[in-house]
């Protein structure tokens, strides 16, 4: 039989005559889009057969919008039936492998998919945030007549880069002048649904720690001489540089750092411009500015990282492999806690003491939430925390307070000058690591720059309640809701956080998680003073497996009430949270796939842990009574917090039947066993 003849040529001529009957200026595979960005990402994003470079799209143009919006068009021609797309189980564009890793056979067949892929460069290497893949293949039916199908998907980082369908289209029509606004209104449209999210942020949170994890074993093994801290400042700056402001600062490239041995433009005189020029469209306070540039500046300009040596810089050889790892990821919009998986990767670079190691552990983002939800976080909260370490906590107030604002606020106008404010006056961290700190600045920056507030200090005795920046600097901060994963090697396990905190709060509430013995005795004394003043209305036993890899501590989350001394009538909700839904195992161990799995109905029991510490019993459902249960504590020993559901001894019906069927078949086992005795010494005396 003879092989199949591809119909790409005429495919691709039937679709370019499309785009020059339009007046389109489009540019076909070898030419220049025009555009130095688009092109250098093509060029330095790895090919569609995993190589390095080299990314051709058949078709490329730049559209423009009616508002100014400028949009990339990547066009990819195939020529079979059924070449069109391919798609994995979960309806998304299957670019990826179940192991994470480039699906180079399905980029390389499929139109769509390899039009995905150079999105994906794009989105990787410059500012353009919304990009549109379009996907064409035909064949000749029995009377040899050419037919086409067209996908046409929109790239963006709302999307995760994953992509979504616009629409249904068979022509090319859609980008002419009089059409391609209304074509951008139905773009604008797309969003995606929570479990669409959920789903995507769980495969990329797995190719981010395979990425981190790759990025820390490369700059261990091959640069040698970065000092712990030095290699936090120099992945902070390179990703400040890289982020980009769309019309404001063009993202630093990978080849404009020339390593020059010129006073001036070193290549870190340049990504230092590059930070500086991010930090001053962000319009973050002088004095903060000062803070970062002064902490980055003393790795970034040092001799060592400068020097050239066979025409190269350790800082650009670095600074190339952060965005060759790492770029995708922090360019998309993600609402997870990226630095503070950075963190969490990077910490072991940091030299801690093993006591430290053991202190300084990540949050899981769903716990940060759960945290959030428990301090009833709105949109009108004052949310502070006074250990941040990468702002995964603020993170999560962030994103519920936003949450709460979009669902309230009805004006266009208010919501943006609300979500504005939540950001620069409503959340205030702690953190007295500089090394740490700087993360936790980037995470905020990265999470839509929330990081006004985040100070540099201690918050047991550098700390007197105030803003620390901007025009609200020395204004006492009126915090509403207090967030807090402490140091465990602190006083009281941590709880003198919680003491200082809640002191200098007049109302709202508290969430913290901590170790259990904080209150089973290690804390009481710490523990009566804050119930002299706050109510603690929960007390919640955490998963002994919570943080899996890096800690084994039996944790607790408690709730307070704030400003209203604990009444020793009071009734606190203990619940037993042992089993939350999620099955963890050790990342060492398993595969990452395995890290954790929702194995039993984990979103409904989070959701029904907050109904419960909030509207008692009555919204008891999954939980049974010996995982919820209330009781009063004694106000004044501040080591009974930690109860569990008491268990009823007296003896049932059920329990005396059972027992005596248990005595009933014991005896009659005895008497068979007798028989059988007596008959085997009969037979022996015969």
């Not at 959030?372 to 709105?378: D, E, F, G, Q, Y």
């Not at 925390?385 to 906590?393: E, H, I, P, Q």
Request: aromatic share 10%; glycine share 6%.
């Amino acid at each position: 039989m003879a092989k199949l003849q591809s119909v790409e040529p005429q495919i691709a001529d039937l679709a370019n005559g499309w785009l020059k009957s339009y007046g389109l200026d489009y540019k076909l595979e070898q030419e220049s889009t025009g555009n130095s960005q688009i092109d250098n990402a093509l060029n330095e994003y790895y090919s569609k057969n995993g190589g390095q470079g080299g990314n051709r799209p058949d078709a490329k143009l730049l559209l423009e919008d009616k508002w100014g919006g400028v949009y990339p068009i990547l066009i990819e021609y195939k020529g079979y039936k059924d070449k069109l797309i391919k798609l994995d189980d979960k309806n998304q564009v299957a670019n990826k492998t179940d192991k994470n890793e480039p699906d180079f056979k399905n980029i390389n067949s499929y139109a769509l998919n390899g039009a995905v892929h150079y999105a994906n460069a794009i989105l990787h290497y410059t500012n353009y945030e919304d990009i549109i893949s379009i996907g064409m293949t035909g064949y000749k039916d029995d009377f040899g007549a050419l037919k086409h199908e067209i996908a046409v998907y929109l790239v963006s980082k709302s999307n995760f880069g994953i992509g979504q369908e616009v629409g249904k289209f068979s022509d090319f029509s859609f980008l002419k002048k009089e059409n391609f606004n209304d074509f951008i209104d139905k773009v604008k449209e797309l969003s995606l649904s929570d479990e669409e999210k959920a789903q995507i942020k769980e495969k990329l949170d797995l190719e981010i720690a395979t990425s981190l994890t790759k990025l820390n074993n490369d700059i261990y093994k091959n640069e040698s001489g970065l000092g712990e801290n030095d290699r936090v400042y120099l992945v902070t700056a390179s990703i400040i540089a890289t982020i980009g402001i769309p019309k404001a600062v063009k993202p630093l490239e990978k080849a404009e750092l020339k390593s020059l041995d010129e006073d001036g433009n070193r290549d870190g005189d340049i990504l230092m411009r590059k930070v500086k020029a991010f930090l001053n469209k962000k319009a973050i306070p002088d004095d903060k500015k000062t803070l970062i540039t002064r902490t980055l500046e003393n790795t970034i300009l040092s001799e060592n990282l400068n020097r050239v040596i066979n025409g190269e810089t350790q800082l650009k050889r670095v600074f190339s492999k952060i965005v060759d790892d790492l770029g995708i990821y922090y360019k998309t919009d993600l609402s997870t806690d990226f630095t503070g998986k950075l963190f969490n990767e990077m910490y072991s670079w940091l030299g801690f003491s093993q006591d430290k190691l053991n202190d300084v552990v990540l949050t899981p983002s769903y716990v940060a939430t759960l945290l959030a939800k428990l301090a009833r976080v709105n949109k009108d909260s004052f949310v502070w925390d006074f250990a941040t370490g990468s702002a995964g906590l603020l993170v999560a107030a962030m994103n519920e307070m936003i949450k709460d604002a979009k669902n309230e606020i009805k004006s266009s106008d208010e919501l943006r000058i609300k979500i504005a404010n939540i950001k620069a006056k409503q959340l205030l961290g702690l953190e007295i690591l500089p090394s740490v700190y700087m993360l936790a600045i980037l995470n905020m920056i990265l999470m839509g720059d929330g990081s006004s507030n985040i100070l540099n200090k201690d918050s047991l005795t550098d700390f007197s309640g105030n803003y620390g920046f901007g025009v609200n600097d020395g204004v006492e901060f009126p915090a509403t809701a207090f967030i807090l994963n402490p140091p465990y090697s602190a006083a009281g396990c941590g709880m003198v956080f919680v003491q200082k905190a809640l002191k200098m709060m007049k109302n709202g509430y508290a969430a913290i998680i901590i170790q259990g013995s904080a209150g089973s005795g290690k804390a009481s004394e710490y523990n009566k003073k804050i119930l002299e003043q706050n109510t603690l209305i929960a007390s919640i036993k955490m998963p002994i497996d919570l943080f899996i890899g890096k800690s084994s501590v039996q944790t607790y989350i408690y709730v307070f009430r704030i400003g209203e001394k604990h009444n020793k009538d009071e009734m606190v909700k203990f619940i037993d949270f042992s089993n939350d839904g999620y099955t963890r195992a050790n990342r060492k161990k398993a595969k990452a796939s395995l890290n954790l799995r929702d194995t039993g109905d984990a979103k409904a029991r989070y959701d029904e842990l907050v109904n419960l510490v909030r509207f008692s019993k009555s919204k008891l459902n999954i939980f049974t009574d010996k995982e919820y249960h209330e009781e009063t504590i004694d106000p004044n020993s501040g080591s009974d917090w930690n109860k569990c559901a008491p268990i009823d001894t007296t003896p049932t019906l059920n329990d005396f039947k059972k027992c005596v069927s248990d005595y009933l078949a014991w005896e009659v086992a005895q008497i068979i066993k007798n028989e059988k005795t007596q008959n085997l010494n009969q037979k022996e005396l015969l």
